[in-house]
């Protein structure tokens, strides 16, 4: 008889930040590249009795983009044809705990995971080799646990590679950026706490040119893909170079 384990998850202090300013929206421009399918993405349908709210539920979240573990800017999809078909970019300059999103940070360990703490969304890289130690906090979202709570159309969530930036998506149109609190060019004064404030966090959104609903949502250091019917999006986030 197998009996379920328990498991001890030890928050890292020091990637906590409990005077977290908020997500300032920002308006910069998000370079976005649309890429026309030669044949429809491959869905899954429900059959006639599978009517459930859990089967539309596990359907109509299944993500039908996929990331390669070994290069972050390549990914896969399957079209109607049955073709398993491949999109890579060069790099070159042109990015009891509610669990939110998985993500492989680095394909020699296991998948991390992100789950909300409080208000936070915290991130877990997995170690199997340190069975008394197996759980590593390694990044923080400040304040992305509360907001991720208030989209209720979201769909897919995840985050970089490199941790920089997170994203969410909703099932049509919209996606939403949380980059990491960045230092600024000029320093602000909060005068409610009657301090000087170094850093922002930035949100930006994105407005995809389609009505067609979003089947899959992966990202990485750099860049965002976004899978709709007829379409493949690519969102250019971050420049490395």
């Known amino acids: 008889m197998e009996v379920a384990a328990n498991c001890s ?3 890292k202090r020091p990637l906590l930040d409990p005077r977290f300013e908020g997500y300032k929206l920002s308006l910069e421009p998000l370079p976005c590249y649309q890429l026309e399918l030669d044949a429809a993405v491959a869905e899954v349908k429900l059959r006639d009795d599978q009517y459930t709210l859990e089967h539309m539920h596990a359907f109509g979240m299944y993500n039908y983009l996929h990331c390669d573990s070994w290069y972050q800017d390549s990914v896969y999809y399957i079209d109607t044809l049955g073709r398993i078909m491949n999109l890579t970019v060069m790099l070159v300059n042109l990015g009891s705990n509610q669990y939110l999103f998985s993500v492989i940070v680095d394909p020699k360990e296991m998948p991390c995971f992100c789950l909300r703490h409080d208000v936070d969304a915290l991130l877990w890289q997995p ?3 340190k069975q008394d130690d197996m759980w590593e906090h390694i990044a923080t979202f400040n304040a992305l646990g509360y907001v991720q709570a208030s989209k209720r159309d979201k769909k897919f969530f995840a985050c970089a590679p490199n941790y920089s930036y997170a994203a969410l998506c909703e099932c049509l149109r919209r996606v939403f950026i949380y980059r990491q609190p960045a230092p600024m060019s000029t320093v602000l004064y909060n005068r ?3 301090r000087q404030v170094g850093q922002v966090a930035k949100q930006q959104v994105a407005s995809l040119e389609t009505n067609d609903p979003i089947l899959g949502f992966q990202a990485t250091n750099e860049r965002l ?3 709709t019917t007829k379409n ?3 969102i250019k986030v971050n420049t490395e170079n």
Do not use: A, Q
Request: hydrophobic fraction near 55%; charged fraction near 20%; proline fraction near 0%.
């Open 127 to 129: 170690h199997s080799s």
């Open 192 to 194: 409610k706490e009657g």
């Open 225 to 227: 893909f976004v899978l």
């Open 232 to 234: 493949l999006f690519l």
């Open 9 to 11: 998850l030890r928050v």
